[in-house]
């Protein structure tokens, strides 16, 4: 026990202070992320991502006491102290019509999350997750000074970037009201920065004065999870569960500021540093209002051996409200399936039957409302993936059981109409999970 546990840990700092270094930067190379409040994070672990991301009608899984954040109503049916944390990988490709297609690689921690059963019918956790990403950089040169006059070369650039993004703490408490029926909430304290930049500069003329304009929010505040669960017991070993949990729309505090600055290029095409500032507003308060979001989910599980099910989420994305107003947003829907199955958990001479085999798919339509590049008109975002995964038991001991979760997701994002991007995906995801006996107390005889 000791052992594993010390891997844990190292396994824990080794990730945040690699996720620390890579967070100077971005964790995410969308330029979709500009929209709303950027590229939004489920909370869903990668033993569940695995299958698709099925969790809310989901609680134990092959009876490994599991930490499930999106429905804090699986707290109740927690029995062992679990600590869980993991990494997240992603393979991006871009592509769009007339433009050669980009490539980039990104990496963060994903979770740390922990439990602890407070009797035999509830638990309370805490962790701190992603809440949503932030991070593009693009230029679009139009010739011409910005005329797109085919004689004169000389291009105006539009320079688009931004980083950041925003996280979650959280506390739940999960109980059995009875033997059927689980009720949980969560209390999540969501923080962070967002920055975005629009630049517009001319840097054949040099001594020109080109304009940047910057705005960024230091967003902080709570919002609430609450859900339920009821299961039913087909038998002694096989338990159909239906899952329910919605999101409060709280409103979160957000500082702002927004600068208008000037810039030149010298002779020799260097950049110097702002001239002056046109505008410059600081500490601007202001209110996020956050929309409401519903989860329905349905399990079944033969203990031991197999778990199905399904998901579907509704995010009212067009009642988000950033200083007052809506940003674009809309409306989101999210369909999830998937499943896993294990050949023998208890084969002696089959290690390979003895792993969690995991499969699933999820077809997602984004709250990303873009504007067509014509002009005309708009274009809902819509997701599609294909998850697969792996759960390794690990050596363990009477009072302790230990589980490596493995997953990959490939998917695509967008669409080539209407001048817009496509993205090709493939996220990796890594987590291992801790069931202990901790806080006991021994009897002797």
Do not use: C
Not at 165 to 174: E, I, R, S, V
């Amino acid at each position: 026990m000791i052992r594993y546990t010390k891997l844990l840990i190292t396994f824990i700092l080794t990730a945040v202070v690699i996720s620390a270094n890579a967070q100077s930067t971005t964790n995410t190379s969308s330029p979709y992320s500009q929209y709303g409040l950027g590229d939004l994070v489920p909370s869903i672990l990668p033993q569940n991502q695995a299958m698709g991301g099925i969790s809310t009608g989901v609680n134990t899984i092959n009876r490994y006491s599991s930490i499930n954040p999106q429905n804090p109503a699986s707290y109740g049916a927690i029995s062992w102290t679990v600590m869980d944390a993991g990494i997240y990988a992603s393979k991006l490709s871009m592509s769009q019509s007339g433009q050669p297609s980009q490539k980039d690689n990104n990496f963060r921690m994903s979770h740390i999350t922990f439990a602890i059963p407070i009797a035999s019918i509830s638990a309370i956790s805490f962790g701190l997750m992603p809440y949503s990403q932030v991070g593009y950089n693009y230029t679009k040169s139009i010739k011409g000074y910005g005329t797109g006059s085919a004689v004169d070369t000389n291009a105006t650039n539009y320079i688009y970037s931004g980083e950041g993004g925003l996280n979650k703490a959280y506390f739940g408490y999960g109980i059995a009201i009875a033997r059927s029926f689980l009720f949980g909430v969560n209390a999540s304290y969501i923080f962070g920065n967002i920055k975005h930049k629009q630049e517009v500069e001319m840097p054949q003329l040099g001594g020109n004065l080109n304009t940047s304009v910057e705005r960024a929010n230091s967003i902080g505040g709570w919002n609430y999870d609450y859900g339920f669960q009821y299961i039913y017991d087909i038998s002694l070993t096989r338990h159909l569960t239906l899952g329910y949990s919605g999101s409060a729309g709280s409103q979160l505090n957000s500082k702002s500021s927004y600068i208008i600055s000037h810039y030149i290029f010298d002779a020799n095409g260097n950049r110097n540093v702002n001239m002056d500032s046109i505008v410059n507003q600081q500490n601007n308060q202001s209110k996020i209002q956050l929309p409401q979001i519903h989860h329905f989910g349905i399990s079944y599980q033969q203990d031991l051996k197999f778990l199905v099910g399904a998901d579907y989420s509704i995010g009212k994305w067009a009642d988000l409200r950033v200083d007052g107003t809506n940003p674009g947003t809309v409306n989101s829907s999210t369909f999830n399936v998937g499943g896993q199955f294990t050949p023998n958990v208890n084969a002696l001479n089959s290690w390979l039957s003895t792993l969690d085999y995991r499969f699933g798919v999820m077809l997602d339509n984004t709250y990303y409302n873009v504007p067509n590049v014509s002009g005309s008109g708009y274009t809902n975002i819509k997701s599609k993936s294909v998850n697969i995964g792996v759960g390794i038991p690990l050596r363990g001991s009477q009072t302790s059981y230990y589980k490596m979760n493995l997953s990959a997701e490939f998917g695509q994002r967008g669409t080539l109409n209407n001048g817009l991007i496509k993205e090709n995906f493939i996220n990796f995801r890594l987590g291992f999970t801790l069931n202990d006996k901790w806080f006991q107390r021994y009897k002797f005889d």
